[in-house]
């Protein structure tokens, strides 16, 4: 499989680095950034990507993504219940 990995050089200029792409409007609702919560509140990954989903789903992909947050809710339940 090494032959086959992708190698990606980073540069700054590509329009598609811009800030809105990397920090899309529906993580910036409210006051505080999910981020910068998640962050704040040491989350681990299941926890954290639970929240991000709640926090977006209004502006972004609707019920999907809260489709998406049980998914990683039901693995982190799955986690703690071993």
Known sequence: ????EIKVQW???RPSDKADK???AHYQQG??????????QKM???TGTVQKYIARWRFKDGVCDLKKARWFLDKLIEQ???
């Open 1 to 4: 499989m090494k032959d086959k």
């Open 11 to 13: 540069n700054e200029d």
């Open 22 to 24: 990397i920090n899309p």
């Open 31 to 40: 006051k505080i950034e999910v981020i910068d919560f998640i962050l704040d």
């Open 44 to 46: 681990d990954y299941l």
């Open 80 to 82: 703690e219940e071993k």
